[in-house]
């Protein structure tokens, strides 16, 4: 069985304020994708990592893949209201499996 | 751009109904899945479909479940007689292949009462 953590569960921060959330598991993903997801909405990719060591930077969101493929994070510089949102990290094996989220808040 | 569309967006029946929800997936994608999001929880599989059969299903998808694409576009996911329990979000996918990201719809709401 192949589980993703997150980490924070919650974050809740000011605007302009700098924020990173992790993904762990203990299996390794031929390749891990971002979601994010609104409230009643369905998961809208973001960026998909592919190689151990991966950075990708997608304006002010900058996602990294581990070295064993085993763990992600991503980075959010300046964050920004619009950024709210749950964040997903999903490992692809065979299918996309989610893990639980990080619920981010961006107080004005 | 292409998408995932899924109707309806909210669906409410009572329990023991039968009831259909409909993707259509991107045109030239062969893997399609369906997907389960009980309020307040994890986004979980239920079902994975290729080459016009099932390819992996979770513990959740059991005998009231079943899906079907019957014909070039349409992918159904059926429940057959639901339970209160089965109220969540459903989300429909699609990819190219079994190994690249997959793509989501909007999801239909499904509350059962």
């Known amino acids: 069985t192949q589980l993703l953590e997150q980490s924070p569960q919650f974050l809740s921060i000011q605007e302009g304020e700098n924020l990173t959330v992790y993904c762990n598991s203990s299996s390794v993903f031929s390749s891990l994708q971002w979601y994010r997801q609104e409230p009643g909405e369905g998961p809208v990719l973001l960026v998909t990592v592919v190689t151990g060591g991966e950075v990708k930077k997608l304006k002010r969101l900058t996602f990294q893949f581990g070295d064993a493929r085993k763990d992600s994070s991503l980075h959010i510089t300046a964050a920004q209201t619009g950024d709210t949102g749950l964040y997903l990290c999903?490992?692809?094996?065979?299918?996309?499996?989610f893990g639980p989220g990080t619920s981010l808040s961006v107080i004005p | 751009e292409p998408e995932v569309t899924q109707t309806p967006s909210h669906q409410v029946t009572q329990m023991g109904q039968e009831v259909i929800l409909r993707c259509v997936p991107i045109?030239?994608?062969?893997?399609f899945y369906w997907y389960r999001q009980i309020l307040g929880q994890k986004v979980e599989f239920l079902v994975s479909f290729y080459n016009n059969e099932i390819s992996e299903k979770s513990e959740i998808f059991d005998d009231q479940f079943s899906v079907e694409r019957p014909d070039g576009s349409n992918f159904t996911l059926k429940i057959r007689s639901t339970k209160l329990e089965d109220s969540a979000m459903y989300f429909c996918?699609?990819?190219?292949?079994?190994?690249?990201?997959?793509?989501f719809g909007q999801g239909t709401r499904l509350t059962v009462v």
């Open positions: 045109s030239n994608h062969l893997y």
């Open positions: 999903a490992g692809l094996y065979d299918k996309v499996i």
């Open positions: 996918a699609s990819s190219l292949t079994g190994n690249t990201e997959a793509f």
